[in-house]
């Protein structure tokens, strides 16, 4: 679980601020889509400052729910 979080976080940073979709960050990493990636996401945008929403994803352009880094310390 740990791991995961590190690797989710890793890569969505690595795209922001472009939005991932859930699918392409299973792709990515190699992980299922299943309830241990949703909790893990959940904890990053509780925890660790990013969001869920909806939008259109960077790699695979579909629409859906997506999740981003947060970027409000540079927004001023
Ligand atoms: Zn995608």
């Known amino acids: 679980m740990k791991v995961m979080l590190e690797s ?3 890569l969505v940073e690595r795209l922001s601020p472009a939005p991932i979709c859930e699918p ?8 299922p889509i299943d309830d241990a990636l949703h909790a893990a996401l959940g904890e990053l945008a ?4 990013f ?3 909806s939008g259109s994803c960077s790699l695979c352009e579909e629409h859906g729910r997506v999740i981003v880094r ?3 310390r540079h927004a001023a």
């Open 24 to 31: 392409c960050i299973g792709r990515r990493l190699d992980l």
């Open 51 to 53: 969001d869920r929403e």
């Open 8 to 10: 989710i976080r890793r």
């Open 46 to 49: 509780v925890e660790r400052g």
């Open 70 to 72: 947060q970027d409000r």
